[in-house]
């Protein structure tokens, strides 16, 4: 079944406890991405990647990196957790190509910081 | 700067006609989307406009205006099932770039 993982689906950490989040997609897809979801705030992109070894910042990447060594996998890495950085965390990918390509998004991972 | 708004809530009623508008004012234009999100879970597809016009898909339609930076989701023959959270999003160059993201319209369907 084609589909994008996400690993944990629930977090309670700590302040500053370096923490990662793991994603995963089987659909052989270039493309992949970070988003954020905040009530009144929408999604917002905080990093995607367009290939192996390839990632560029979104619209929010303050106090996040990640890293694409392997096709599959796009893991999120938090170096010093906030509690600003409490949010639903959702990842993406999608094939390369131009025009109507759509993402599929993982299940998502609700992350609480104290 | 990027801008897409919808409207925040909607309320309508089951086996009633639905339409949710978008407005988009982003530097270039390479796509409309549409996603569905029901609370708690990940969005999922619904439709995708790149030329002006209505494209039909089931109960859903959507329609594209460039000239007028506007798009619409309607919504036929609504079921409770439709209750959730319709995201408007814009690609804004070609290539498989990043989508930009409207906050949602949360509609909730009443019997």
């Known amino acids: 079944e084609a589909q994008v993982t996400q690993n944990p689906r629930y977090l309670i950490t700590v302040t500053g406890k370096k923490l990662t989040v793991t994603c995963s997609q089987n659909m052989n897809h270039e493309y992949m991405s970070w988003y954020r979801q905040d009530p009144g705030l929408g999604l917002r992109q905080i990093y995607y990647s367009m290939n192996v070894e390839v990632t560029d910042k979104g619209d929010v990447p303050e106090g996040y990196k990640v890293s694409r060594k392997e096709k599959r996998n796009f893991p999120l890495i938090l170096e010093s957790p906030s509690p600003n950085q409490t949010s639903l965390y959702f990842c993406?990918?999608?094939?390369?190509?131009?025009?109507?390509?759509?993402?599929?998004f993982g299940p998502g991972t609700r992350l609480t910081v104290t | 700067g990027q801008n897409i708004d919808q409207p925040t809530e909607m309320t309508a009623t089951e086996g009633a006609i639905v339409q949710i508008n978008c407005t988009y004012q982003t530097s270039g234009f390479n796509g409309l989307f549409w996603y569905q999100q029901h609370a708690g879970e990940a969005p999922t597809f619904l439709s995708y406009n790149v030329l002006d016009g209505l494209e039909e898909k089931g109960r859903f339609s959507s329609f594209l205006s460039r000239s007028k930076g506007y798009s619409y989701l309607l919504l036929k023959e609504l079921q409770m099932k439709d209750s959730a959270s319709y995201l408007c999003?814009?690609?804004?160059?070609?290539?498989?770039?990043?989508?930009?993201f409207g906050k949602g319209t949360r509609l909730s369907v009443i019997a």
């Open positions: 993406a990918s999608s094939a390369h190509d131009s025009g109507g390509v759509e993402q599929y």
């Open positions: 999003a814009v690609r804004d160059r070609t290539g498989n770039t990043p989508l930009v």
